[in-house]
């Protein structure tokens, strides 16, 4: 069921940590010594690390996924961060369409109703003041920029998988290559002048793909 369970004990401090990951640059890992160097120290502060997780701009590791690389850009972070919460919490968008515009009482209690009164009044209170907070912070009005898949399979390539010995020519995108298979990657970069952004998305395709 995708309904996040992450939550924060204070949300006051949501807006101001988004804004300084925007600002900032995407760390090797996001641990909770760059959080405090981000200015937030306190243990309360220290539980945006889960709930950055559970909104896929992590990994379970700590490492900046390409979600985290392309909310640094500006332009689009708040239609990046829109994305993140609908499939986050998209139970909550199956019920309602626009959920974003629920009151916290009513996400409170339709939380209560997908968790079966599993979880106690104070869990669900602080995920619903979590997911109100996260939504003053996204643009449900934006669309998202067009974006490629990120890995294409060659059409013919297991019909054909003599042909994965060939080598890639300099105007075509770099393969990686599997037995009988042939895998395109394609990655579609983020107009910034930042070059941190850009270190960060290699960083990212070497930890996830170049194993």
Request: proline share 6%.
């Amino acid at each position: 069921m995708a309904l996040m369970r992450q939550y924060m004990a204070s949300v006051k401090n949501i807006p101001a940590i988004l804004k300084a990951i925007r600002d900032g640059q995407a760390p090797e890992r996001f641990t909770t010594r760059h959080l405090a160097s981000l200015g937030f120290k306190s243990a309360a502060d220290r539980m945006m690390i889960s709930v950055l997780k559970g909104l896929g701009f992590l990994t379970e590791n700590g490492v900046p996924t390409s979600r985290y690389v392309q909310y640094l850009d500006e332009g689009q972070s708040a239609a990046v961060l829109k994305e993140a919460i609908e499939e986050a919490y998209a139970e909550l968008f199956k019920i309602r369409r626009d959920a974003q515009n629920y009151g916290v009482p009513e996400v409170r209690n339709k939380i209560k109703t997908l968790t079966e009164g599993k979880l106690g009044d104070s869990v669900l209170d602080k995920m619903a003041r979590t997911f109100h907070a996260l939504c003053k912070e996204a643009d449900f009005s934006a669309p998202l920029p067009a974006r490629r898949p990120e890995v294409e399979v060659a059409a013919g390539a297991e019909e054909h998988p003599e042909t994965a010995a060939e080598e890639p020519s300099a105007e075509e995108p770099a393969v990686v290559r599997l037995p009988g298979l042939v895998y395109n990657i394609q990655v579609i970069l983020p107009t910034t002048k930042d070059r941190a952004v850009y270190d960060a998305i290699f960083r990212s395709l070497k930890e996830h793909l170049l194993r």
